[in-house]
């Protein structure tokens, strides 16, 4: 697959704007990953509920193909439940607040990211999740995409919540059409 995104330059950009605003913040780490990867994020804001495996919060979509997805996403209230087991390597950056996790092989005591960290959920691993209040994250998604949606979506359709659903499908069909026509897969 083509990826063009890296973990760890994601996490630099991340940084830089970390204790700012929260509109300025967002704002920011968007226009720097649209200078250092011309043409593949999404400058407007657009703002949807996620709710799966009972963590709810919202994002917004900064790149979307069939291969990666680059988000904001978050809670000013904080949130907990099950991260889900994906087929694709999924990175957050914190931004804010704090994320405590644990897994199948480390569950006796959390794993704690703060700010600037990067963590890692590997593909087919699941992790215990709590955010705390406050909690914002740079996320990048690497592998096929699409398998992600029907967990990513699953909260809302059982929630009867169609706006969330349809909104989802539209933002990321929307730019995944887009970087198929400049040939990104």
């Keep these: ?27 920011e780490i968007a ?21 799966c495996g009972g963590v709810m919060g919202i994002m917004t979509v900064l790149h979307g193909s069939l291969s990666e ?16 087991r994906y087929r694709i390597d999924i990175y957050d950056v914190l931004l804010a ?7 199948e092989e480390r569950f006796r005591e959390p ?3 703060a700010p600037g960290e990067l963590s890692h959920l590997r593909r087919r691993q699941a992790k215990g999740v709590r955010l705390s209040n406050g ?3 740079l996320e990048y998604g690497r592998g096929p995409v699409v398998t992600t949606l029907p967990f990513a979506l699953s909260g809302a359709i059982t929630g009867l ?6 909104k989802t499908i539209w933002i990321y069909g929307r730019l995944a059409i887009r970087e198929l026509l400049r040939g990104k897969i």
């Excluded at 978050?74 to 099950?82: D, R």
């Design 161 to 166: 919540e169609a706006r969330s659903v349809a």
């Design 135 to 137: 909690t914002w994250m």
């Design 111 to 113: 794993i704690v990211t």
């Design 69 to 84: 997805y680059v988000l904001i996403y978050g809670t000013p209230i904080g949130t907990e439940g099950f991260s889900g």
């Design 97 to 103: 607040g704090q994320m405590r996790t644990y897994t």
């Design 1 to 27: 697959m083509g990826y063009i995104f890296d973990p760890r330059e994601l996490q630099s950009i991340a940084v830089r704007h970390i204790g700012r605003p929260h509109e300025e913040m967002v704002a």
């Design 31 to 51: 226009g720097d990953l649209a200078k250092a990867y011309p043409g593949h994020i999404e400058m407007k804001q657009n703002w949807v509920l996620s709710i």
